[in-house]
């Protein structure tokens, strides 16, 4: 049976199911309420004031007689049983976990954030389908068998009974809240239910106990926290589909562009929350949109699973990240335990799992875990190479039988940031980029061919390759201003190379690129080769025995290797070595969010990946100021680009 | 490291180690403070002021700006970190769970409810110790090694570790509260911690980590809740000793006598709160008295453990007991999901434990199931019968291959409540009793060989037999006026029998027993033999099949198994096949609190026996009417009586 239920003063309708929450149905309307404790009835934050209709309500002594009389309840433990009209109190409307101040801050750096964008969905779909189908939660719908003088047992057991029958969970758990739920809610749906079961660690609990069956509509999210970028996937968990790929960037940016500031930030006054608040709520923002324009309600999302750098998983749980930085550089967890989303503030279903891959160490975290994982170097007889590229670059050589990772902090310039017409690599981006050494007339293609307005990480590595190849820049880096060209001129920000004129741009404004800009990229490329150059040889190999190199990263659908070879940020070797695979990050976290078996597979991988730490190792800032130049010092490392 | 912390306005000061919770440290000084999460930052309830001193706190979005400037924090999320000075401000303190009424309410009934009263701690110890010692919740010190650049594993996993060391335990879970203070709490104590271990079914979840070792203060609570009354033991989880044991009546019983009017009162307007408040507040000041009374830190108190019939099981949870008394009578759950105590309302160790015994069926509860772990016979190979006598009847009959159990609704009068006189097996109780059939004199013995107050269930029993054997009553329990004797006299109630004149009286008031008083009781005994007997004959056997009769009840230490027989409350048997065994259903929970492999056996016996449902019965009615006569109408099953 279903109802009308119109919430005040927002004036929205929606039709809900008998026994369906108040909570529920304000979040199927869109509507924010206040739920902290994950709709356990425990927090009191969800008050509405019911002036119209029926609810069946549980007991609480959260509401205080005076607003029992003026007709309070708590929406989470309060079901519709007729037409409703709901007045939502603005207390109850009030996010108190943001900090006040935070937007007031945050619009001061208005302009470098902009809203999060579509990202191509296909990007990162590599490999095959390794990994049984079985999520990380899942529905099952269930037609109990009614109770009777002859099968008199509990309605508890009856349900678990019923999922015993169809698998295999000698280990099922349910909270207090869904037990004192469970009577009212069989007999009123006719003992027509689905569950949804979560998968937390080893054992799997009842986490969702709904009236009818809405198997259909089971969808969860993968995030890629990375220092820079926030990227995530609206997936269906039935049929494995991406439904939308966004990315933004990590406001937390405004508190410091590498995690080992941010570490220092969450050390102040308000940092730890200031920071779990930048990430959250742009998690949240990118959850809202994407779960709105695809028609879905907000409590069919049972399940988000993120990836991203120690740090950055450490500050979505809100967990102190202090001793990441201090020796011996120690994570309060690798192996985070699956909690419910809402503990975090992931705003999806209030009951439903926020899980991370498990990452290596401090330093080497669960985005390269699932990396390793989507890349199935790990898989391999052969050796082969992992190369993420981002702000907190991680690189992992291994086969089948060992893996070893490093970090290397090379800041956010090819992810678009610290760079002067940087951006994502989304629609308007410069991706692709040529200079005619005849007449320096450029040429360039911009992803979703419109006007462009930046440029993204691939359009600097092809930008950086044509000016070398056309001598506009040196080997330093630094622009040759010999060349007579109104294009090459002192700008706002030092000298400077104008790429494409106003006139020709979707913003009307002089796309560029500046000798801070080289400066900035030149160190990326020199952080991300020394990096690699440094793991090989520690463990006595050359280049040459590695088989495969797999480059990741948010570089859209394109990544020039010749010119990434070129710029000297890839080693020179036969470019039939190379693999762009995208955000392998991301690509792993969508894999685990689909199968228990490949979340049990990132847990073998990051317990067998031995750290590797590049800061004690000896020639290791040798190798970093040698690759200072385009490509490199030492010509002879790069044979075929200066040929 | 140790500081002072003193608590406004109560002026009480203690001390506390470096990294205790504000919250804990209240809870030592033994003040109350509002907290319905277990200390996780969710409810916001435990804000306090900090006056003076440092605290080490998480951030949390329950405090407001305002608030955060007038020095508010969490009590729980705030650790000791120098001397302090902390304001408990009145919102923290009013406990909006208990309904404002209630008391009030309550009040009017005084007179019936006395305080809670020790009862005597050996009556329950039976039978050998059968299961390996590891209880509930379980306290293990451990001294981690410190990470260094060799050893360099999260912390997490490190305590994960050295618990693997000590047990062998594949699945561990942590919440994210421990996980987010873990890392401060690891380094101001050393690395010396302290974890504690919570069975949750087939789980383990580390429930607390405290700094330095408090191995040694490990308490827990097993309780027998009784429709009519509340026996609780503390108990020494490491030494299995037994501390303080006490019983109280059942407040609930203001709100109905028996389990079916309990049920319906359920339903009312708040019913259902009022009935759960009424059992938690009362279990909450057992706790209380015998914490206080032994010098325990209700911190160091981890678990609880409750047998109870299916009703108070339900209302304990505050689960609605409704489907219980509707065809075809299913409680929402017999067996029951380890929950935090905090999340039932009891007060101990915020994120300390709370299990139930595992029930048969609505009316075969966790009381039995307790009571059969506890006498052994089910693990027999001749047939036993126990029963239970309570104002809730449960009799159940087998052995180590089968079980059938039923229950009969016998009223509260062998438990002192419903008569006149009637009080617990507690001090000042007479439990023994002789007249002089010569001279009609009597002769008594109280519990605490103190002035009698009052008449328990054992008092009754022999009143009965010797007012039967001198004919001051005859086989209908009426009052023979014929004889003349200033005793016999019509009272207040009617007819009755003065038993101890006031002058020799613990509170000068007569002591009586009245024909009310025996109409009651004789139904009483009346519903346990015709169910006992109903239940013989439904398998075709009679009582001479039957080996052992295991008598259990809150009878103190004594019943006279020769007068129970005599008023035909037990059957005409060889009196060595009976043995008395006290409060079996607290004595089997004991006994699970203290072994999860009796916890295990708990289940299997709840499994295994049959639910015989007594109303439907053919011929069990007419069973009931024939045992309303001392002894019986058939004369001829009871010829030693005759005789």
Redo the contacts between chains.
Sequence with gaps: MKFKVKFYPENKEIEAEQGKSVLAAAISAGLHINS??GG?G???RCKVIIRKGTVHT?????I??EEKAKGYYLACLSTVESDLEVEVPPESKI???????EEAYLSRLKGIFTESVEIDKAETIIGEELFLHSPLASKIFLELPK???ED???????VYREIRKKENL??M????SN??R???LL?SSDWKITVTLGK????VEVVLVEPGDTQDRSFGFAFDIGTTTISGELINLNTKKILSAKATFNKQASFGSDIITRIIFAHEQ?G??RL?HAVIDGMNAMIREMVAENNIDLNDVTCCLCAGNTTMIHLL????P??IRR???????????V?RAS??GIKINPRGLLACVPGV??YVGGDITAGVLASGISDAEELSILIDIGTNGEIVLGNKDWLIGCAASAGPAFEGSGVVCGMRATKGAIQRFEIDPKNLKVNYVTIGEVLPIGICGSGYIDIISELLKTHIIDKNGKINTSINDSRIRQGEFGKEFVLVDKKDTGHKQDIVITEMDLDNLKRAKAAIFSATSALVKHLNLSFEDVRKIYIAGGFGTYLDIEKAITIGLLPDLPRKKFVFIGNSSLAGAREILLSVDAFRRADQIAKKTT?F?LSVEPGYMDEYVAALFFPHTDKERFPSVIK
Excluded at 95 to 101: A, G, R
Excluded at 152 to 158: A, F, P
Excluded at 330 to 337: G, S
């Design positions: 902290s404790c356990d425990v927090c009191g549980q007991p609480s002594g959260r205080s007689a996010d108190l976990d943001k900090i006040s101040d109770p009777d003088l008199k047992i509990s309605d508890l057991e009856r000698p280990i758990q349910m909270g207090l037990v004192r469970l009577g009212n007999r937390r660690n080893d054992t308000d730890l929350e779990h749980l809100k967990v102190d202090s001793f020796e011996p550089y120690v994570p309060t967890a690798n192996f985070v335990p909690v503990e975090a160490s401090g750290y730490e």
